[in-house]
């Protein structure tokens, strides 16, 4: 079983069938899961988008920065909705944020960051990277690799990876496995090719599930054959 995992969820992932906003029954059954895993022994870190509330294609007419800037705040609301459901289950979390909002969250600090995470807390990085130009799968990546994660859990809205858009191609083949290089080479969308090459040169595997059934989660780090694994393996 993976020891410690860095979870990427999207924001649209926290609006369910609402598409907008934050369904509390969606974030529940996502926070049960993620005390399954905790109690099962895992530590547990998130990286968690936005898109439920903003995402930069909303201000075309903007400067591109100030669009990033907006969905960066969107994943701090996303954190804090987080950080709550997760400790009325009874553990503890901690937001921390890559732009400073002492008010609300911790800045990100690495040593307290892995700190946290010996204390067994939930961690949950909000605000991406804390630059524009950088997705929040970016941020996932980074986050991993500076925690020293043994796997991102990525929960999309497909099951897998697939060969093309399976809601655009009915011809399109999930893939098991998957290399980086193939990913990259093939210009599948799993993560932005920024995020699968900081995975690709620190060797941080990806398992891709679907979202639709928070167990996937727990299923995921028991290593369970589940969605499409992604890694330097041959």
Known sequence: MYKKVLLKLSGEALAGDDKIGINQRTIDGICDAIKEIHELGADVAIVVGGG????????PDMVRATADYMGMLATAMNGLALQDAIEKRGLSARVQT??????????????RAERHINKRRVLIFS?????????????????????GADVILVAKTIDGV?????K???????????????????????MDSTAMSLCKDNDIPLVV???????NIVRAIKEEKIGTVVDNKE
């Open 168 to 190: 655009v191609d009915a011809n399109a083949q999930k893939y098991e496995h998957i290399t980086f290089q193939e990913v990259l080479e093939k210009n599948l969308k799993v």
């Open 98 to 111: 890559a732009i400073e909002m002492r008010q609300i969250a911790e800045p990100f600090i690495l040593r």
């Open 52 to 59: 439920n509330f903003w995402r930069g294609k909303y201000g």
């Open 162 to 166: 697939y060969s093309a858009d399976p």
């Open 209 to 215: 599930f679907a979202m639709n059934d928070p167990k």
């Open 127 to 147: 605000c991406g990277t804390g630059s524009p130009y950088f997705s929040t799968d970016t941020a996932a990546a980074l986050r991993a690799a500076q925690i």
